[in-house]
């Protein structure tokens, strides 16, 4: 079972770990109710090392983008990211996603954990000459 990067600080925190995609995290730490309202009132940090990384480089990075998401790509400047959803050829939802600019022709995709081999096989099949994924 491998952990995740904060493991430590989530156990020390008294997080309610649970085993996840091959992970052990945390689902909770006090009741949702209470969650709900730190988050709403203060700030709220959710780990995501467990999660699926892609990245998306080359020419053409943006406009493969900008057709299998849902979200204008080309808002994103460097350094700044977008929640958006991975698009089927109908238009409808497959995931959803954070696409990250790390600059102007390379993107990093962040998808959910359970679904990153589904995701990796929708995009790869997509994949322009050009585009590196």
């Not at 969650?35 to 709220?44: P, Y």
């Not at 109908?90 to 954070?98: A, E, P, R, T, Y």
């Not at 998808?111 to 790869?124: P, Q």
């Amino acid at each position: 079972m491998k952990t995740l990067e904060l493991f430590e600080s989530h156990k020390k925190l008294g997080a309610k770990m649970i085993d996840f995609t091959g992970y052990r995290m945390p689902v909770s730490y006090s009741s949702i109710s209470e969650e709900h309202l730190a988050v709403r009132n203060s700030v709220g940090l959710f780990d995501v090392s467990h999660m699926g990384q892609f990245f998306v480089t080359g020419e053409e990075s943006e406009s493969f983008l900008q057709k299998h998401t849902s979200n204008d790509v080309a808002k994103l400047k460097k350094g700044k990211a977008q929640y958006s959803c991975l698009l089927n050829n109908h238009g409808g939802v497959i995931d959803d996603l954070i696409i990250y600019c790390i600059d102007n022709q390379k993107y990093m995709l962040v998808v959910n954990a359970s679904n990153r081999s589904k995701d990796w096989d929708w995009l790869s099949a997509r994949c322009a000459n050009s585009v590196g994924l």
